[in-house]
C-alpha cells in the first residue's frame, strides 16, 4: 500500500493555488524562487520572492525585475499575476519573457495554464500544451496536474484525459472510465486502498470529491500531518469548496496557527455558501487577530457583500482596500462592485464606478455588469456591455447567450434568432448545461429532457410526482425562464424537464433520507428552477445542496442559504 507524503496531501486537497502566508513571512516560496539566477544577486532573489508575494500591490513583482531578468525572476511575477487575477498580464510576461530568448521550465507553465482556463482560451492553453509536450515538461507531475486542471477547467474532459500521467511517486493515477452509473466519464483516484469515482465534465475544482477529501483527511492525520501549516489551510479550503461549512470551521477551530490563507479561505467558502454576513464577522476577527487582509481577501469580502445585498459594507471594504491597506483594486475587486451596485439596481453608478477606473478591465467585468442587466432586463446597457466583452474576445459564448435569455425573457424572439445566427456564422457554441449527482461514489449526470439513464423511466415519473406536489403547495411556472418561442404548456415542460431537476429527482430515489442531496451544474442554476427545488426540499423534508457555476444553495423547509439573492 503506498502512503501519501506531506506534499501530495496538500496538493490533492488544495484545488486552486492560493497567495502564501502574509503574516510572518515564513511560507516556503515555490521552488523556482529559491533556485539561484546568473542575473540576480542573492538579496534582489530574497526581495523578489518575498515582496513577490506578499505585496498587496499585484504589479509589485513585475516592478522589481530590473534589466536583464532572469527566468527566475520572470517565474515569480508570471505567478504573482496569475495569482492576482491578472492572467492576461500573466500571459503577456510570458510573451515578453520569450522575447528575451528566454525558455519556459517546470515551473513557468502552471500559473500559465490556469491562467489560460480562467480567461477560457482553450487556444492558448493547446499553445503551452504543445510547448511542454516540446520542451519535454510533460513528466513533472506538478505540470501535468496542471494541465489536467486547465482542460477540466474548460469543459475539455477528453483533453484532460489525454494530458494526464501516471505519478511515478505512485500517490494516485488516472483509473479507467467507470462501467457504472451514468455514461459520463469517471476517473478513479486511489490514495491508500481508498476509491472515489468522479469527473463531472466542466467541474470546477473539487466540487464532487467531499468523500475523497474526508479519506484524504483521515490520511493526513495517520500521518501527522495535521499540524502543518498548509495542509490546514488545505483542509479548510477544501471542505469550504464542497460545502461542508461545519467540517471547515472544526480544523480552522484546531489549528495551532493561522495566516492569511486560514482567514481567506473561511471568508470565501462562508461568502460562497450563502453565509455572507458570517464572512464579515470572520474577518473582524481576522483585523483583530492582527493578521493582514491581502488582494485576495477582499475579493471574498466583495463577493460576500454582492451576494448578501449589503451594498454599503460592500462600499466602506473597497474603500479600505484602498486607502487603508494601499491594495490597488483589480478587475475582479471591480467585478465583484459591479455585481454588488447591479443587483441593488443601482447601474448608472456601476456604470459611474467603471467609467472612473484607472484599472484595466476585463471582460470578467463587464460580463458581471451584462449579469445585472439580466436581472433588472436592461437591454440597452446589456447591449453595450455585450460589446466591450466581444471588443476583449469576439469568440467567447457568454455575452452571446445572455443577450439571447435576455430577448427571450422579453419576448424579442426576432432578436434571438439574431444572436443565434450571429453565433453559427462566428462559429461559437453554447457550453451545454448538465448536472450531476453521487451516489456511493458513483456520478450520475443529466442534460435536459436526458432519457439516458438506465433509471430514466423512474425519474420522469419522479419529476412529475415533485411538479404534483409543488403545485399543491403553491408553485407556480415562471415560464419568463423558459427560452423557446412556444406555447404555455410547451414551456412549462421544458422547465419541469431541465438537468438539476433531473438530479433532484434521481436524489430523492436513490439518496438515503437522512443525507443531504448534493447536486453540482456546470451553469447557473434558472430562477424557475431554484424556486422549484426550494420547495422540493420542503414537501419532502429534505435537505438538498445545490452548487451551480456562482454559489451552493443550501435548500431546506422552503429556504435558501442565498436568500434567493445569487
Known amino acids: 500500500m503506498l502512503c501519501p507524503s506531506f506534499p501530495t496531501v496538500v496538493v490533492i486537497m488544495l484545488w486552486e493555488h492560493l497567495p502564501p502566508c502574509t503574516c510572518t513571512g515564513k511560507c516556503v516560496a515555490p521552488k523556482t524562487i529559491e533556485t539561484p539566477s546568473p542575473c540576480l544577486t542573492a538579496d534582489t532573489h530574497a526581495t523578489i520572492r518575498f515582496h513577490g508575494h506578499d505585496d498587496d500591490d499585484p504589479t509589485a513583482a513585475m516592478a522589481l525585475l530590473p534589466p536583464g531578468t532572469g527566468l527566475v525572476s520572470y517565474n515569480a511575477a508570471i505567478s504573482r499575476c496569475a495569482r492576482a487575477g491578472l492572467y492576461r498580464r500573466a500571459l503577456a510576461l510570458f ?140 483542509l479548510v479550503s477544501m471542505y469550504a469548496k464542497t460545502g461542508a461549512l461545519r467540517d471547515a470551521r472544526t480544523v480552522f477551530d484546531a489549528m495551532p496557527a493561522r495566516c ?83 443587483r441593488a439596481g443601482r447601474l448608472e453608478e456601476a456604470m459611474d464606478m467603471l467609467n472612473r477606473s484607472s484599472t484595466e478591465l476585463d471582460a470578467t467585468v463587464w460580463k458581471a455588469l451584462l449579469g445585472a442587466c439580466r436581472v433588472h432586463r436592461n437591454v440597452e446597457l446589456a447591449e453595450r456591455a455585450a460589446e466591450m466583452v466581444w471588443r476583449l474576445d469576439m469568440t467567447d459564448a457568454v455575452p452571446y447567450v445572455m443577450l439571447s435569455n435576455l430577448y427571450s425573457r422579453a419576448r424579442r424572439w426576432g432578436d434571438v434568432a439574431r444572436i443565434r445566427a450571429l453565433m453559427k456564422s462566428r462559429g461559437i457554441s453554447k457550453e451545454p448545461g448538465c448536472s450531476w449527482v453521487g451516489v456511493n461514489g458513483v456520478t450520475h449526470l443529466f442534460h435536459v429532457e436526458d432519457h439516458g439513464h438506465p433509471r430514466a423511466a423512474e425519474i420522469f415519473r419522479k419529476v412529475e410526482e415533485m411538479t404534483e406536489r409543488i403545485r399543491a403547495e403553491g408553485y407556480v411556472p415562471d415560464t419568463d425562464w423558459a427560452l423557446q418561442d412556444e406555447a404555455p404548456e410547451g414551456r412549462e415542460k421544458g422547465l419541469a424537464y431541465h438537468s438539476e431537476r433531473l438530479a433532484v429527482a434521481f436524489g430523492l430515489l436513490a439518496v438515503p433520507a437522512a443525507a443531504p442531496i448534493r447536486v453540482f451544474k456546470n451553469l447557473r442554476v434558472c430562477g424557475d428552477c431554484h424556486a422549484a427545488i426550494k420547495m422540493v426540499a420542503k414537501v419532502y423534508g429534505r435537505e438538498i445542496i445545490l452548487r451551480d457555476a456562482n454559489c451552493f444553495h443550501h435548500m431546506k423547509d422552503g429556504a435558501c442559504s442565498c436568500g434567493d439573492y445569487w
Open 95 to 234: 510573451h515578453e519573457m520569450r522575447g528575451h530568448g528566454l525558455r519556459a521550465d517546470e515551473y513557468t507553465l502552471p500559473p500559465l495554464l490556469n491562467s489560460a482556463a480562467l480567461l477560457r482560451s482553450p487556444p492558448a492553453a493547446r499553445a503551452l500544451h504543445a510547448l511542454l509536450l516540446r520542451a519535454g515538461l510533460a513528466s513533472h507531475l506538478h505540470v501535468a496536474n496542471a494541465l489536467v486542471d486547465a482542460y477540466a477547467k474548460l469543459a475539455r474532459p477528453a483533453a484532460a484525459r489525454v494530458g494526464s500521467t501516471k505519478c511515478r511517486g505512485g500517490t494516485w493515477s488516472p483509473g479507467p472510465p467507470s462501467s457504472r452509473g451514468s455514461r459520463a466519464p469517471a476517473t478513479t483516484a486511489r490514495l491508500s486502498g481508498c476509491t472515489t469515482r468522479w469527473l463531472p465534465p466542466g467541474s470546477c475544482a473539487g466540487s464532487t470529491m467531499l468523500d475523497l477529501g474526508r479519506s484524504v483527511h483521515a490520511a493526513a492525520a495517520r500521518r501527522g500531518f495535521e499540524p502543518f501549516l498548509s495542509v490546514g489551510n488545505s
Open 260 to 342: 492569511t490563507i486560514t482567514w481567506t479561505a473561511m471568508i470565501v467558502g462562508h461568502a460562497q455558501n450563502g453565509r455572507g454576513r458570517q464572512s464579515l464577522d470572520i474577518y473582524t476577527d481576522m483585523v483583530r487577530s492582527g493578521c493582514r487582509p491581502d488582494y485576495v481577501t477582499f475579493i471574498g469580502l466583495l463577493f460576500a457583500c454582492s451576494h448578501s445585498g449589503l451594498v454599503d459594507a460592500g462600499r466602506d471594504h473597497f474603500r479600505s482596500m484602498v486607502n487603508d491597506y494601499g491594495i490597488a483594486p483589480g478587475p475582479d475587486h471591480y467585478a465583484c462592485m459591479v455585481d454588488l451596485l447591479g
